[in-house]
């Protein structure tokens, strides 16, 4: 997993860069009409899945009684960082695409072993660590002479950028004592080989499911299902949508 740390500065760029880029896109039924190969470039999420609308939590900071649970059960936690599940997220994407008509992604090796990739401009994320799958960069969409060097290098004449924001929150209980949800929003946006934006969309889920939480701990494995299930919700959502 690879981390990216980014200052405060990139707010506003990246805030007017994702209003410029959502108002020209499309419903998805004409950018997905075709069956040529897209490239996914990018797949990226917030380092630290951390609880909804809170700041961090280190399990050092908590109290005695959170510290023995952690001690005693080597599966409990109170942080799961996304490095946990963003490489099973990536495998079951591109499998849950295969098994649909309307995308058709390209090669993953083609892509990421192109000069293009490898000269790309990364993305500086603003204010917060950012965590990428397996091999993947951390691609700047706004970067158009990515997009026209890797359509003249593979021929592929369209690129996906997925990121994710994962968190997590407590119902039925108080003081991080109840129900544990995994919450998953991912951004799915689609350009042309003169990066220009076809296609921006913004899809959000809640896990199915829920485990006990018990004064900030929970089972980690058990987490992790619980956004892995969160993750197919979105990904069937997306089907759904361009399907339309």
Known sequence: ??????????????????????????????????????????????????????????????????????????????????????????????????????INLAEKEMVLNSSAYRNARLNQYPNRDMASAGDYSFIDYRDKNFSSALAAETGIQRSMYLEFNLDKNVTKGIAKNGNLWANVEMKVRILDAQGKTLYYKIIKSQSPDSIKVSNWVYSQSGFIALVESAMEDVYREFLYTISK
Request: glycine share 8%.
């Open 1 to 102: 997993m690879k981390i990216s740390h980014t200052p405060f500065k990139f707010v506003l760029g990246a805030f007017l860069a994702v209003l410029l880029g959502s108002g020209c896109t499309s419903s998805g039924s004409a950018v997905f009409s075709q069956r040529d190969p897209i490239a996914l470039v990018s797949f990226v999420s917030n380092a630290d899945i951390n609880w909804k609308g809170e700041d961090p939590v280190k399990p050092g900071t908590l109290a005695v009684l959170t510290g023995r649970a952690l001690r005693q059960n080597p599966d409990n936690t109170v942080v799961t960082g996304a490095d946990e599940v963003l490489d099973a997220a990536e495998l079951l994407f591109r499998t849950t695409m295969a098994g649909s008509v309307q």
